[in-house]
């Protein structure tokens, strides 16, 4: 029998100081049977640090390769932006190296401290109320009574 996805309902108060985007988000987000949680609220950060109208996760999830995790389309479906989570930059470099990639020089890849991912697993359960204030390249979340801090750090393709 399949396993089937678990879903993890989030209620966010963004205040993103760096974009100036103030927002109360309310997102379902499916666990897929084999991905780790961590994989999972990184999909959930980077929605919330790219979060813009035309935002939306992938609708086959993470079994679908072909798709990003998190897109931005313009409102005739074209995509403005791929959001891919979870990798190594160094790992996405080496992947990239040799290929011709267009403008890959303006590529930019986010990654968000693991140790921070690390630290906010055991604060999350199916039903989890946070607060995510982003300035300066730095992330406070604070859920459950606890506060933490993590940083997103810029890269080149």
């Not at 963004?14 to 100036?20: H, I, V």
């Not at 996405?92 to 990654?111: D, K, M, S, T, W």
Request: with cysteine; proline share 3%.
């Amino acid at each position: 029998m399949a396993l089937t996805s678990t879903v993890y309902n989030f209620d966010i108060a963004l205040s993103d100081a760096d974009r100036g985007v103030y927002e109360q988000l309310a997102l379902r987000v499916a666990l897929h049977p084999s991905e780790a949680i961590e994989h999972m609220l990184t999909r959930v950060l980077a929605y919330c640090l790219e979060y813009q109208e035309g935002i939306a996760f992938s609708k086959g999830g993470i079994s679908d390769g072909d798709q990003p995790a998190v897109s931005v389309s313009h409102p005739d479906g074209r995509i403005r932006a791929w959001i891919y989570t979870h990798r190594d930059p160094a790992q996405l470099r080496r992947q990239a190296a040799g290929q011709r990639i267009h403008r890959a020089e303006e590529i930019a890849v986010y990654a968000i401290d693991r140790r921070f991912l690390e630290e906010l697993v055991p604060l999350v359960d199916r039903r989890t109320s946070l607060e995510l204030t982003v300035t300066g390249g730095q992330l406070y979340v604070t859920t459950g009574g606890k506060a933490l801090t993590g940083t997103v750090t810029e890269h080149r393709l």
